[in-house]
T-cell receptor, first 114, second 109 residues
Framework: GAVVSQHPSRVICKSGTSVKIECRSLDFQATTMFWYRQFPKQSLMLMATSNEGSKATYEQGVEKDKFLINHASLTLSTLTVTSAHPEDSSFYIC??????????FGPGTRLTVT | RKEVEQDPGPFNVPEGATVAFNCTYSNSASQSFFWYRQDCRKEPKLLMSVYSSGNEDGRFTAQLNRASQYISLLIRDSKLSDSATYLCVVRNSGYALNFGKGTSLLVTP
């Protein structure tokens, strides 16, 4: 069965609204979670890295006030896209790692901002 | 220069053909290397790790040349179901991964 889930799998929202995406690890404790964004025909771009209980580390060019990441527990991280714009439309994927080097991707969330 | 570079393709090949993908990476201190497969609108899935000695998994063979900082993936006897985007992935240290843009493969009947 799936090790990592994301919710929602697909979301359409209006420009200016905020959207929260959840990433849950189902069978193990995820010490580190990564959030990626992928535009059509582009590679996965790392947005931020989060460790449970601490502030996320954002990649250069990613606005931390626009993409709020909360990693409150070892099984849940959330990414909130605030004041979404059409250019935020993308495929958002989380990746989780455990204490060893095992790693799993979530199934992704497709965000469309109209 | 991007850390991981791949030819984006697309590679259009007939069923049964052999196809090879190449990838180069810029960080000589990179530690681990992988090929992932990504289907349209899905998350990447690990296809195989790549070792210096080369490794094979059924119809798939991966090679790593550390001196040239070059990774390859060979697919023999292509199947229609092999159609996907193949991502070259490099880990430098820790858990962070660097992804290539991917090479698109279309296997036709």
């Amino acid at each position: 069965g799936a090790v990592v889930s994301q919710h929602p799998s697909r979301v359409i929202c209006k420009s200016g609204t905020s959207v929260k995406i959840e990433c849950r690890s189902l069978d193990f404790q995820a010490t580190t979670m990564f959030w990626y964004r992928q535009f059509p025909k582009q590679s996965l771009m790392l947005m931020a890295t989060s460790n449970e209980g601490s502030k996320a580390t954002y990649e250069q060019g990613v606005e931390k006030d626009k993409f709020l990441i909360n990693h409150a527990s070892l099984t849940l991280s959330t990414l909130t896209v605030t004041s979404a714009h059409p250019e935020d439309s993308s495929f958002y994927i989380c990746r989780v790692t455990g204490a060893g080097l095992e790693q799993y991707f979530g199934p992704g969330t497709r965000l469309t901002v109209t | 220069r991007k850390e991981v570079e791949q030819d984006p393709g697309p590679f259009n090949v007939p069923e049964g053909a052999t196809v090879a993908f190449n990838c180069t990476y810029s960080n000589s201190a990179s530690q681990s290397f992988f090929w992932y497969r990504q289907d349209c609108r899905k998350e990447p899935k690990l296809l195989m790790s790549v070792y210096s000695s080369g490794n094979e998994d059924g119809r798939f063979t991966a090679q790593l040349n550390r001196a040239s900082q070059y990774i390859s993936l060979l697919i023999r006897d292509s199947k229609l179901s092999d159609s996907a985007t193949y991502l070259c992935v490099v880990r430098n240290s820790g858990y962070a991964l660097n992804f290539g843009k991917g090479t698109s493969l279309l296997v036709t009947p």
